[in-house]
């Protein structure tokens, strides 16, 4: 099992930053590949980006590419995201979730990730 836990949501005005984290625990961190999900108000959960198990690797969403950045720290079993130039439409809550390694697939592909956060709120205002 591993436990996952988001911090650092909260309010910010258009164009502000934050920086969210993932705390894991449970087996090891670096046996998976880590992917950041949004859900809007009103909307399914979606696809935000992903980091490989040792940071070679990181996919975006193109509705943040250029303005958000995934990375992780295995020594602190910590993966972040950092969100720069935020507009209101990226208010959702942000989930952080866990796939084995060796799972094979898209990393935009939530159904392939096996442990969930419960999720932090992002509420951008205008």
């Known amino acids: 099992q591993v436990q996952l836990v988001e911090s650092g949501g909260g309010l910010v005005q258009a164009g502000g930053s934050l920086r969210l984290s993932c705390a894991a625990s449970?087996?090891?961190?670096?046996?998976?590949?880590m992917g950041w999900f949004r859900q809007p108000p009103g909307k399914e959960r979606e696809f935000v980006g992903a980091?490989?198990?040792?940071?070679?690797?990181?996919y975006y969403a193109g509705s943040v590419k250029g303005r958000f950045t995934i990375s992780r720290d295995n020594a602190k079993n910590t993966v972040y995201l950092q969100m720069a130039s935020l507009k209101p439409e990226d208010t959702a809550v942000y989930y952080c979730?866990?796939?084995?390694?060796?799972?094979?697939?898209?990393?935009?592909?939530?159904?392939?990730?096996?442990?969930w956060g419960q999720g932090t709120q992002v509420t951008v205002s205008s």
């Open positions: 979730a866990a796939r084995r390694t060796r799972t094979s697939g898209s990393y935009y592909n939530q159904g392939l990730y096996d442990y």
């Open positions: 449970g087996r090891t961190f670096s046996s998976y590949g």
């Open positions: 980091i490989t198990w040792n940071g070679g690797s990181t």
